[in-house]
Every structure is written in C-alpha cells, then in structure tokens.
C-alpha cells in the first residue's frame, strides 16, 4: 500500500491552522472494527518519531487536542488548530491495514 | 514507564551482517497483543518500517527485505533482536526499536531514540 502525502511542505503562521494530507493506495477500512488503519506521527530534528493519533482520529493520551485526525477509506487529514512554535516538526501518515508503509513525511514550518 | 533502546555498532563494512538489539522495560513480551518493531530513517529521509515481533512469536517482515531480515526476542532479557545481512550504503540510517500496543492494531506508541548505522568500508 502507498501512501502519498501532500503537501511536502507549508509555512503556516503562529495561531492559523495547518491541513496535511494523506491519501493510500487502498481502503484501509478494518471491517472487523469498523476504523482504518492510519496512525500519524510527529518527528523534530534529532527526536525519534512521536504517536499523535491512530486508528484515524483517536488522539493518543497527553497529544493536544489542536491535533485532529479525520477521514476514512483512502483520503485521511491531520489538521493542527491554533499552531504553536513547538507544532514545527515533520509529520507522517502510517498505515497499517497491510505491512507498514509511512508517508513521504510533511514539513511543517512556522 | 515504558522505555526502548537500541544498541549495537555504528559503522559496518558493506556485505557485513548487521546485528541491533532492543532492550526494554515497563512491558512484557508475554503480554496479549504486544508487539516490537523496527523502523528505520535514511539521513534526511522517510520511514520504512522494518519487522515486527508479537507477543505469541509471530514474525512480519517487509516484504522488501524479507530475504535479508530476522528478528527473534528474549522474554528473560527483555531484549529483541533484528539482523539484517549483507549490508550495503543504502541502508545507512538510523535504526528504531519501538513498542505496539495491545490494541489490534500495528502502529507504535513508545519509540527509542535510535542508533545510526553508517554502512561504509
């Protein structure tokens, strides 16, 4: 499965919104639960990758709830509201309705 | 607490087998639906998810690297451990261990800090 994120990059100012895209190859729709399978994670320079959201929009426990996941099948969205200094990161879509395949990664920039 | 750390050599020779350990703590191994993962990063690239290890001893590898891949766990030691043979410069990286959730699904929640290998005679 391929996932393909857009943009590659977007310079969004203090307090406005960012939108990052994701979209796979496939549906990632696990029909035993009803949820797709698509995580996001954040990355910052010399970090290792951080869990944001997973299953498509459950944000995972302490993430700020700026940090929205939405979308379903093959089209996903990571909107982060109210963007601070500390949101400039890389971020990746990961799959995991078949072997784990990351997005090309989204630089987000203040 | 849950904490991963990856260990093993910083520099190999191409066609060499390169072997990383993760050492773990604050979960089991034996724990329902538990799982460790390797993922690795290209300097300035993305993330490919390398293998995946569960709870009951089953084994996923990318389909990409199957041939080159093993990943076994020690329950006692709290350790899992990823080989990957004939090693070339492309596979110069940094290497994370990270821990999947008991919760169906294969994404990481706790990630190492990684460990750079550098492939290069």
């Known amino acids: 499965i391929v996932m393909t994120q857009s943009p590659d990059s977007l310079a969004v100012s203090l307090g406005e919104r960012a939108t990052i895209n994701c979209k796979s190859s496939?549906?990632?729709?696990?029909?035993?639960?009803?949820?797709?399978?698509l995580a996001w994670y954040q990355q910052k320079p010399g970090q290792p990758p951080r869990l944001l959201i997973y299953w498509a929009s459950t944000r995972e426990f302490g993430v700020p709830d700026r940090f929205n996941g939405s979308g379903s099948g093959t089209d996903f969205i990571l909107t982060i509201s109210n963007l601070q200094a500390e949101d400039a990161a890389v971020y990746y879509c990961q799959q995991y309705y078949g072997d784990e395949t990351f997005g090309q990664g989204t630089k987000v920039e203040i | 607490q849950i904490t991963l750390k990856e260990s093993g050599p910083t520099l190999v020779k191409p066609t060499q087998t390169l072997t990383l350990t993760c050492t773990f703590s604050g979960f089991s191994l034996t724990s329902t639906g538990v799982g460790v993962g390797w993922i690795r990063q290209p300097p300035g690239k993305a993330l490919e998810w390398l293998a995946l290890i569960y709870w009951d001893d089953d084994k996923r590898y990318s389909p990409s690297l199957k041939s080159r891949l093993t990943i076994t766990k020690d329950t006692s030691k709290n350790q899992v451990v990823l080989t990957m043979t004939n090693m070339d410069p492309v596979d110069t990286g940094t290497y994370y261990c990270?821990?999947?959730?008991?919760?169906?699904?294969?994404?990481?929640?706790?990630w190492g800090q990684g460990t750079l290998v550098t492939v290069s005679s």
């Open positions: 496939q549906s990632l729709l696990y029909r035993s639960n009803n949820k797709d399978c």
């Open positions: 990270a821990h999947r959730p008991n919760n169906y699904g294969d994404y990481f929640d706790y």
